[in-house]
T-cell receptor, first 116, second 115 residues
Framework: DTGVSQNPRHKITKRGQNVTFRCDPISEHNRLYWYRQTLGQGPEFLTY????????KSRLLSDRFSAERPKGSFSTLEIQRTEQGDSAMYLCASSLARGQGAREQYFGPGTRLTVT | GNSVTQMEGPVTLSEEAFLTINCTYT??????LFWYVQYPGEGLQLLLK?????DKGSNKGFEATYRKETTSFHLEKGSVQVSDSAVYFCALTPISSGSARQLTFGSGTQLTVLP
């Protein structure tokens, strides 16, 4: 078990460019979450997947944000036409959901995005 | 909606001092409650959790008790160490059928422990 990994760890981009981040969850985990964390704040939920199905995406910040999880394994988060306000840490987490119980989420190290 | 309110920081303590970080929540039903810790340069790690009223979560000398009557989940440690310096986040997740079980976080409390 190597934990949740995210790539790249840092991304600097110019305003207007598109960026894509990757998350590899813990292998047996069926749920995958994306969060955004800005300086001095707690993480804010963006979207989640149960296997390959994206079951909640209303919290994505705008239609410039999209996420995929093909084949229920790794996931990608894309931001199109980046803006300076998109600068933040993007966190991925995974969990193993069974029945009604709450399962802890395991977080990756995050991708820090800086838009210049 | 769900929300978490945490004691504002930063908090600075001397080694071996007693720590309390207050956390209160607003939620529908009875959520599960968590404390996560973020050490400098690292990702979020689960510190402890409690899933029902009066449960006590504990780990590494830290404790927190799920108090339904006061909607609180305060974090305590009897004797802090320099290595406890980090940002601490209180969080909840709803346990309603069909929910995303996403975490709702507080804004975090920065703890610095001086030798």
């Amino acid at each position: 078990d190597t934990g949740v990994s995210q790539n790249p760890r840092h991304k600097i981009t110019k305003r207007g460019q598109n960026v894509t981040f990757r998350c590899d969850p813990i292998s047996e985990h069926n749920r995958l979450y994306w969060y955004r964390q800005t300086l001095g704040q707690g993480p804010e939920f963006l979207t989640y997947f149960q296997n390959e199905a994206q079951l909640e995406k209303s919290r994505l910040l705008s239609d410039r944000f999209s996420a995929e999880r093909p084949k229920g394994s790794f996931s990608t988060l894309e931001i199109q036409r980046t803006e300076q306000g998109d600068s933040a840490m993007y966190l991925c987490a995974s969990s193993l959901a069974r029945g009604q119980g709450a399962r802890e989420q395991y977080f990756g190290p995050g991708t820090r995005l800086t838009v210049t | 909606g769900n929300s978490v309110t945490q004691m504002e920081g930063p908090v600075t303590l001397s080694e071996e001092a007693f720590l309390t970080i207050n956390c209160t929540y607003t939620a529908t039903g009875y959520p599960s409650l968590f404390w996560y810790v973020q050490y400098p340069g690292e990702g979020l790690q689960l510190l402890l959790k409690a899933t029902k009223a009066d449960d006590k979560g504990s780990n590494k000398g830290f404790e927190a008790t799920y108090r339904k009557e006061t909607t609180s989940f305060h974090l305590e440690k009897g004797s802090v160490q320099v290595s406890d310096s980090a940002v601490y986040f209180c969080a909840l997740t709803p346990i309603s059928s069909g929910s995303a079980r996403q975490l709702t976080f507080g804004s975090g409390t920065q703890l610095t422990v001086l030798p």
